[in-house]
């Protein structure tokens, strides 16, 4: 959350840090990496953000 902080001191818009955000989590989800800092939230585990969906085209 430190480079959240950073952002918006440096200048950068709310709207801007939001979708730098919405996009670390969408990686850490693509990569099966966790999205959440337990020492932050007080998690038992780490867990990987979301779900993955794909449209059947017919």
Excluded: I, Q
């Excluded at 020492?39 to 017919?58: K, M």
């Amino acid at each position: 959350m430190g480079e959240l902080y950073l952002g918006l001191m440096s200048g950068t818009s709310r709207d801007g840090v939001e979708a730098v955000l919405f996009a670390r989590l969408a990686r850490a989800r693509l990569h099966g990496e966790p999205g959440n800092a337990r020492t932050a939230t007080g998690a038992r585990r780490s867990a990987t953000p979301g779900g993955v969906y794909y449209r059947v085209r017919r």
